[in-house]
């Protein structure tokens, strides 16, 4: 399996522009996490989905942030207008919830930065 | 909810064991994980402990739980310099519902002296 796929995994805009991070979690898996790290604020859950519904979307800092999981294999967040106290790296994990352990798996991440 | 505490820093020497601790505060977390994050990576699951259990170990990794204290440890026997990473200690919330959310402690930075 290839795992949870994040694209793009660094990325550099201005202030202002809108950012769109992307996530394939891995085939199977119903859960979906975004996460966000930064040195000051340690590692954040932003929102998750549960087979494709947001459940909790109470750690999305601001309304400049929104995410959609429009199927199964595909989830977005986006950050509209970006700011630069937004630059941060954005993880994707998903599991496989009611299975086993619901081990969440990581992806390797999205580096941000706004200028 | 859930609250997950660490220490932020440990160093040893190549060749120790290393041990790292974590507490949390809600004794009905059913699973407790430590994942491990080097540098410039997502975080990679290490082993995880069902909450009725004491002990698990695997290979250099032992994993003790102590759950009249919620304490957790992590001990890595014979570190190697490729130990070094940060290590994120991470309890199933029991409010999370139908879904598993995770409440990730601050992370401990573990650094191998050669």
């Known amino acids: 399996d290839a795992g949870v796929i994040q694209s793009p995994r660094h990325e550099v805009t201005e202030m202002g522009q809108e950012v769109t991070l992307r996530c394939k979690p891995i085939?199977?898996?119903?859960?979906l996490f975004w996460y966000r790290q930064t040195m000051m604020r340690g590692l954040e859950l932003l929102i998750y989905?549960?087979?494709?519904?947001?459940?909790?979307d109470s750690g999305m800092p601001e309304d400049r942030f929104s995410a959609k999981m429009p199927n199964a294999s595909f989830s977005t967040l986006k950050i509209q207008p970006s700011e630069p106290r937004d630059s941060a790296v954005y993880f994707c994990?998903?599991?496989?919830?009611?299975?086993?352990?619901?081990?969440?798996?990581f992806g390797p991440g999205t580096r941000l930065t706004v200028l | 909810g859930e609250d997950v505490e660490q220490s932020l820093f440990l160093s040893v020497r190549e060749g120790d064991s290393s041990v790292i601790n974590c507490t949390y505060t809600d004794s009905s977390s059913t699973y407790l994980y430590w994942y491990k994050q080097e540098p410039g990576a997502g975080l990679q699951l290490l082993t995880y402990i069902f909450s009725n259990m004491d002990m698990k170990q695997d290979q250099r990794l032992t994993v003790l739980l102590n759950k009249k204290d919620k304490h957790l440890s992590l001990r890595i026997a014979d570190t190697q310099t490729g130990d070094s990473a940060i290590y994120f200690c991470?309890?199933?919330?029991?409010?999370?519902?139908?879904?598993?959310?995770?409440?990730f402690g601050t992370g401990t930075l573990l650094a191998v002296q050669p």
């Open positions: 994990a998903s599991s496989a919830t009611g299975v086993g352990t619901d081990t969440q798996y």
């Open positions: 085939s199977g898996h119903n859960s």
């Open positions: 991470a309890a199933t919330d029991a409010y999370g519902g139908a879904t598993n959310k995770l409440i």
């Open positions: 989905f549960n087979n494709n519904v947001p459940i909790d």
